[in-house]
């Protein structure tokens, strides 16, 4: 395999890779279809963006943004069965089964963990401690401002502490689960051992005071763009929206089995960012996960990164029992 | 990846086991990890030709498999997504001979389907560790409950652009009955309630799980059989 040069890079080299929007293929089928799977994603988020910005304040709560978000993804799992990308990522029973396993743990140990630990906690921490308030000169900007903002520095954050796991082998431990999966269906972002979920959650947002509008649009709009990172779904997906966000094809390449390919497209949110520095490839894959395709069990996801380390050490600094062979005389 | 293991000892079928067999009181409960079935073979078909037939569910990446005779094990470690047979981890089919023609016998064991119905014991037991943190808790939160109350507190304004555009104001929050809730030890931090709903969710997956499987597999079966 040959591969394709991007920018310094040779991508595809070890496993097939589509580079070139041009070379990503198109919906298929009658007029109604393609259009609604071109305009369907915009017309989701400027329809969550007027919602958010006028619902009454009695609607405008964390608890109807939580309904949106389970019925939202209800839909897009029917998606899946109406205009699969790939038949090959089809959701199965188990599949099924895993996924929302890890999305039941993200609703319930990881949320109690979060309670003690999570970055927000430690920086409403640190404010009491020194006696300091939220800098909160951002609450006077306009709403739309604030909640650009609280996503640009989420995901401005969360680019590096991607990037740095896929460079340094001790974060790598706990993200190289998530790369095991091998396929992209609606839930698979949950999917990973519980310490990465808690590290790309780390965010320095709580330093800062929004208006609580600003927060549910900001959340609506992360999702209406994050949500199709992992979704077996084709979309005719505009090219404004490919240049600004992260969509499946991108996440695709980066789940792709072609070493070069997985180390890009980190940003969650705004591809731009991968853009900005470099990390940015334009294409789609369709063999995901590591090790030829291997598929990792539940009980190995929650091991893995402690007795990869472990053998690590072992390797490293442990006592060497190696027999020493004397040629027979 | 295929290689050959030990054929399953034991001259029964564990779904056929007799009744004053030692391990007939598992047949009790193994229904819940255990699918068995049985199929007729299409007239003339001699074992050969049915495991010829079947041969393509076993030649996937991560299964190992033994046909001696009449019969034919396998074992499955981490199969891939999309095998056919991905749920189930060992197994034995056997053919045997009926007054009316051959019959393929099958049973299966899947650590996926013992999983998910012990997932909603594991997510009430989530629940539980919930409720337990959240009294452990109480004065912490309490504290900090009362300190967010304060920062609720404060009225702030629009930009003009916004409420040029028409959005509504943010208003100072009233005491209602959630708020009487969270100085209560802010109980909705560590609430139960979706530990419980995933724990009715992994009832109803195990429950469509356990009837769809045992059909698809069947219905596999039965089309590479008849070379439908």
């Not at chain 1, 084709?234 to 090219?239: G, S």
């Not at chain 2, 009181?25 to 007239?43: F, S, Y």
């Amino acid at each position: 395999m040959n591969g394709v040069r991007v920018g310094n890079r040779i991508i595809g080299a070890d496993s097939p890779v589509t580079i070139g929007w041009e070379n990503v293929p198109r919906v298929e089928g009658g007029p109604f279809k393609r259009l609604f799977f071109t305009w369907f994603q915009p017309a989701v988020l400027f329809a969550m963006i007027l919602f958010w910005y006028y619902a009454p304040n009695s609607i405008a709560k964390a608890s109807t943004a939580i309904g949106i978000g389970i019925a939202f993804r209800a839909f897009l799992l029917a998606l899946e069965w109406v205009n699969p990308r790939y038949k090959s990522w089809e959701l199965t029973w188990k599949e099924c089964v895993t996924d929302l396993f890890y999305v039941g743990l993200g609703y319930t140990l990881l949320r109690l963990v979060d309670n003690f630990i999570s970055s927000e906690v430690l920086i409403e921490n640190l404010l009491t401690s020194f006696n300091w308030d939220k800098l909160a000169f951002f609450t006077g900007l306009p709403l739309l401002v604030q909640a650009f903002l609280i996503l640009f520095i989420f995901d401005f954050g969360q680019y590096w502490m991607h990037r740095g796991m896929h460079n340094w082998y001790p974060l790598w431990l706990t993200h190289s689960v998530h790369h095991y999966i091998t396929q992209l269906n609606i839930n698979k972002g949950a999917v990973g051992n519980p310490v990465e979920l808690f590290l790309i959650g780390l965010g320095i947002g709580g330093l800062f005071d929004f208006l609580p509008r600003a927060a549910l649009l900001a959340g609506a709009i992360g999702m209406s763009i994050g949500v199709y990172q992992h979704i077996n779904v084709r979309f005719n997906t505009p090219a404004w929206w490919r240049y600004l966000f992260n969509t499946t094809e991108h996440h695709s390449l980066h789940h792709s089995q072609d070493f070069e390919a997985s180390r890009s497209n980190y940003a969650s949110n705004f591809i731009f960012i991968d853009r900005i520095f470099g990390t940015c490839v334009d294409g789609e894959a369709e063999l995901l996960g590591m090790e030829g395709g291997r598929r990792m069990s539940i009980r190995e996801q929650m091991t893995y990164p402690f007795t990869e380390a472990w053998k690590t050490l072992k390797e490293k600094f442990g006592k060497r029992h190696e027999t020493t062979a004397v040629p027979a005389e | 990846m295929t290689r050959m293991v030990q054929s399953m000892p034991g001259g029964d079928l564990p779904g056929t086991a007799p009744h004053r067999d030692g391990r007939s009181w598992m047949r009790l409960i193994d229904w819940i990890w255990t699918v068995r079935g049985e199929l007729p073979l299409p007239a003339g078909q001699s074992a050969d030709e049915a495991f010829a037939r079947l041969d393509p569910f076993f030649r996937e990446p991560g299964t190992s498999f033994d046909q001696a005779g009449r019969s034919l094990s396998f074992t499955k470690q981490d199969p891939l997504a999309q095998d056919k047979m991905s749920i189930y981890d060992r197994g034995e089919l056997r053919v045997e001979s009926q007054p009316g023609g051959g019959v393929l016998r099958y049973w299966m064991t899947s650590k996926s389907l013992l999983f998910c119905f012990l997932a909603p014991l594991m997510f009430i037991a989530f629940g539980q560790i919930i409720v337990g943190v959240g009294m452990l808790t109480k004065p912490d939160t309490e504290q900090a409950d009362k300190k967010k109350k304060d920062e609720k507190e404060k009225v702030r304004e629009l930009h003009w652009i916004d409420q040029m555009l028409g959005a509504p104001a943010p208003e100072k929050p009233k005491k209602d009955k959630k708020d009487e809730k969270k100085e209560d030890g802010g109980k909705d931090r560590f609430s139960p309630t979706s530990a419980y709903v995933f724990a009715g969710l992994f009832a109803l997956l195990y429950v469509i799980g356990r009837i769809l499987e045992d059909r698809l597999i069947r219905r596999r079966f039965l089309r590479s059989l008849t070379g439908g």
